[in-house]
């Protein structure tokens, strides 16, 4: 009979905790520290959660903001040097900090920025209209998953660069999953996972190989720069672009556990470039993919133009920084560090002016289509 109770008291207790959580802690959040070392990609999820991939610590962290007043209008942003007025906030110098990513908030449509300090130190602030305030991460919501399969401590590329730094190259969230984007420990070291939230013991993680044109072959080492996902022709794919600056399409359908997907490589868009960031910008009922890079302008594709592709390109560009496969514009905006999303109808762009400036400011993305 007591054996009975003590089952019974069990049973009971597991689906008091289940409640619990669906109830008052959907996301299995808990309070206390994060043990952030590094800040290498931020993306928003649902209910004003921020994810933060950490690659020194191969972990992605689920903040919760409480940041969920919805505005649907928000006002345009134009901050001046907003390096200064960051490192100004600091209480140092533009020189000992770098901005590593922005993201908005798609509730509350406020921009948080992920800033390193030179002595190596992660910072995440929001800006809430002039002010530069920085977000508390010693006693919040939080929930971790660790990245399987990092590259060590100890590993370099063949230029001497801690593989460690490009665990995580780029994030985002769909469908209930954190994507994440860069390499592993594996023998084809680039790799795709997809981490459902909330985060459990689960993890999906694909190879990837890609044919680069402007290389003149296969590669299964490079990792995606920067991503999104779309729908061509009535299918999901992830949009992935890559360093010398190939387009790739992968079905994402494809891209599960322990598989190993080829890319079908549908544009080449310059080499001696980096891709930096990408958004999706609709008008009239197309839907336009811009790409923010190191060296070149910022890039306009229609995605018609890629449903409407049906090769892959499989031979190499002969000519030096030439370009093949879909069309795309190249718009008069240049030097764009980072970009995202303020609104379906406005993009912010982070700037470095012909002065040297470093500005934050609202782009209509209808003007630049």
């Known amino acids: 009979m007591k054996k009975f109770y003590y089952l019974v008291a069990a049973s009971v207790f597991v689906v008091l905790v289940a409640a619990n959580r669906t109830n008052k802690n959907p996301y299995w959040f808990k309070k206390g520290a994060p043990s952030i070392q590094s800040i290498s990609a931020l993306a928003f999820g649902p209910d004003g959660i921020l994810f933060l991939g950490d690659s020194k610590s191969a972990a992605i962290f689920a903040i919760d903001t409480r940041d969920k007043t919805v505005v649907e209008k928000p006002a345009a942003v134009e901050i001046k040097n907003l390096d200064q007025k960051i490192a100004a906030s600091l209480g140092t110098e533009a020189k000992n900090i770098r901005i590593v990513d922005i993201a908005v908030n798609p509730m509350s449509k406020k921009i948080y920025c992920a800033v390193q300090s030179s002595d190596g130190t992660p910072l995440l602030l929001v800006l809430e209209g002039d002010k530069i305030v920085p977000v508390n991460l010693k006693e919040v919501g939080f929930s971790s998953v660790s990245i399987a399969n990092p590259p060590g401590d100890e ?137 923010a890079n190191t060296n070149r302008p910022v890039m306009r594709v229609n995605y018609k133009s890629m449903e409407t592709f049906e090769g892959t390109l499989t031979e190499p560009i002969k000519e030096s920084y030439a370009t093949a496969g879909v069309n795309f514009v190249t718009l008069p905006t240049v030097n764009v560090l980072q970009m995202d999303k303020l609104d379906d109808n406005q993009v912010i762009v982070l700037q470095r002016k012909a002065n040297g400036d470093l500005d934050l400011w609202t782009a209509r993305g209808d003007r630049w289509i």
Do not use: W
């Open 155 to 291: 590993a370099k590329d063949r230029g001497g660069r801690p593989l460690r730094d490009q665990v995580i190259s780029d994030l985002g969230y769909a469908g209930g999953s954190v994507m994440v984007s860069g390499l592993s420990n594996q023998e084809f070291s680039s790799t795709f996972r997809k981490i459902p939230f909330p985060f459990n013991d689960k993890q999906e993680q694909a190879s990837l190989e890609i044919y680069h044109a402007a290389h003149g072959r296969y590669e299964t080492n490079a990792p995606i720069r920067t991503f999104t996902t779309a729908e061509l022709n009535g299918k999901q794919y992830l949009v992935a672009s890559y360093t010398c600056t190939p387009l790739v399409l992968f079905p994402l359908d494809e891209l599960k556990p322990g598989k190993h997907v080829k890319g079908r490589t549908v544009a080449e868009f310059g080499a001696g470039n980096s891709p930096i960031d990408m958004v999706t910008i609709k008008k009239d009922g197309n839907s336009y993919l811009f790409m």
